[in-house]
């Protein structure tokens, strides 16, 4: 076999490869990201829009991933969580964080330890006196 005759089967086999690493366009994300990351970042940054604005924007978030059978973020349901307890809504923080407990085992420690605190009472300080 000459030695064009190689470099053209080298090509194609080449070529082949590379269309059959492109065709694997239809599997689907793991899960709907869409703006979290961003949001969150805002957030720790304390650049993002009020806290009432953000739960509104993650919920819907939420409701999509619902609507469209895709899994939520890791981190999602914590962060939602977080911003539920800075408006008072401890209960529904308390909820969001087992959820994410149940979604993503590997996040147990973290999450128990939020749980806990949560669950623990007030400490006034010294000089004050418990109401």
């Not at 005759?5 to 239809?26: E, K, M, P, Y």
């Not at 349901?77 to 308390?94: F, T």
Request: aromatic fraction near 6%; proline fraction near 6%; charged fraction near 25%.
């Amino acid at each position: 076999m000459s030695r064009s005759t190689w470099a053209r089967r080298l090509l194609l086999v080449g070529a082949i490869a590379v269309l059959a690493g492109c065709a694997n366009r239809g599997t689907a994300p793991l899960y709907l990201w869409e703006s979290f990351p961003r949001q969150q970042y805002q957030t720790l940054l304390r650049e993002g829009s009020d806290t009432e604005a953000q739960i509104r924007d993650l919920e819907a978030h939420a409701e999509k991933a619902r609507g469209s059978g895709a899994a939520l973020p890791p981190g999602f349901r914590a962060h939602l969580g977080m911003l539920h307890l800075s408006v008072g809504n401890a209960d529904q923080a308390r909820q969001l964080w087992q959820a994410e407990k149940a979604a993503f085992p590997e996040s147990a420690p973290y999450m128990d330890q939020l749980l806990k605190r949560l669950d623990a009472p007030v400490k006034t300080s010294k000089n004050e006196k418990p109401a």
